[in-house]
């Protein structure tokens, strides 16, 4: 180690380091084409310059971290994965290069080295919020969820204004099945991420596993308002509805559903079940027919529905 607290390079890993690169000059340059789009002029540019600072001294660390980052942002993750780990081998107290490494394994689908990468950058920095979020994500991941729940609050306690830990916490409690502590999550999430229409939606969802119905289809609407074309918000949104007997909304609400996703048997069914309770016969017809194609054991039940609907009008029975 050197007096700046980098790792002297030694000869072995140095040739892999020049094998490194000049297959990224060779590929960089294959892939080359001129372009208008300043951020693509821009990353080339810059590919280039730390290239060149790398030909003259392959340790150079801000060159290789930098090198990294642009091919992460180009999704060229392996060259970027790689770039990275050299930057660590050589400066391994960088905790923000433990960070950024990490956060390319994740997108390599390698979650125990991403948990690793982060966990030794939170060693080398207690306190950077986004490597202890990414950390309690990383244990989420691997289904740790306990560890994942203590780096969320620890997390909190130092930036109790973090409106994501809350929300990843309240995810990680909705995954154990412990609602209450979920709903309190999601609470603190949506009081400070008014307009995360996942976080209302989800804390929609731990109010129905509690009971809470009316309370759970408000925060329905609002994610609804946030996100209007999300077919999951919109189903339970329906649900909401229908459940409060507010039976043409809860139709509009699934109608919607089944024209984003058309294959979502559930919405079809239930879109039936909306017309019925209006008493528009044909439409829930027009449901049991494409259910016919879709689940045939909801078919025969939308169907048997209609019937004793019918039955029932026929017979003056409201």
């Known amino acids: 180690m050197n007096e700046s607290g980098t790792?002297?390079?030694?000869?072995?890993i140095q040739k892999v380091v020049m094998i490194f690169?000049?297959?990224?000059?060779?590929?960089f340059a294959q892939g080359t084409h001129p372009s208008k789009d300043p951020k693509q002029v821009h990353v080339c540019s810059t590919v280039t310059t730390c290239l060149k600072v790398l030909d003259r001294d392959s340790s150079n660390v801000a060159a290789l971290e930098q090198?990294?980052?642009?091919?992460?942002?180009?999704?060229e993750y392996q060259k970027a994965q790689t770039a990275l780990a050299f930057a660590s081998h050589l400066d391994p107290k960088s905790a923000r290069i433990q960070y950024e490494l990490g956060g390319v394994e994740h997108e390599l689908h390698r979650p125990e080295r991403a948990l690793e990468?982060?966990?030794?950058?939170?060693?080398?920095d207690p306190y950077s919020p986004t490597a202890l979020l990414n950390l309690g994500d990383a244990y989420a991941e691997l289904h740790r969820y306990e560890d994942a729940i203590k780096a969320y609050r620890l997390l909190i306690t130092l930036k109790p204004d973090y409106g994501k830990a809350y929300y990843n916490l309240g995810n990680v409690f909705s995954e154990l099945k412990r609602h209450e502590e979920?709903?309190?999550?999601?609470v603190d999430a949506v009081q400070l991420m008014p307009a995360d229409a996942n976080a209302h939606y989800n804390l929609g969802?731990?109010?129905?596993?509690?009971?809470?119905h009316s309370d759970a289809l408000v925060e329905y609407e609002k994610a609804a308002s946030l996100k209007p074309r999300n077919a999951d918000i919109q189903f339970n949104l329906g649900n909401g509805y229908h459940r409060a007997q507010r039976y043409a909304e809860a139709a509009k609400a699934f109608s919607l559903v089944t024209q984003l996703t058309p294959q979502d048997a559930r919405a079809h069914y239930m879109l039936g079940e909306c017309y019925v309770?209006?008493?528009?016969?044909?439409?829930?017809?027009a449901q049991y027919h494409k259910l016919k194609e879709l689940d045939a054991e909801m078919a025969a039940n939308l169907y048997g529905s209609i019937t004793e609907a019918q039955f029932r009008n026929d017979s003056g029975i409201n």
């Open 21 to 27: 690169l000049m297959q990224c000059s060779l590929l």
């Open 117 to 124: 990468a982060y966990e030794r950058s939170v060693a080398l």
């Open 7 to 12: 790792t002297q390079i030694n000869p072995s």
């Open 182 to 186: 979920a709903r309190r999550a999601y």
């Open 205 to 212: 969802n731990e109010l129905d596993e509690l009971g809470s």
């Open 67 to 75: 090198l990294g980052l642009l091919y992460d942002s180009i999704h």
């Open 277 to 285: 309770r209006l008493r528009q016969k044909k439409l829930a017809l």
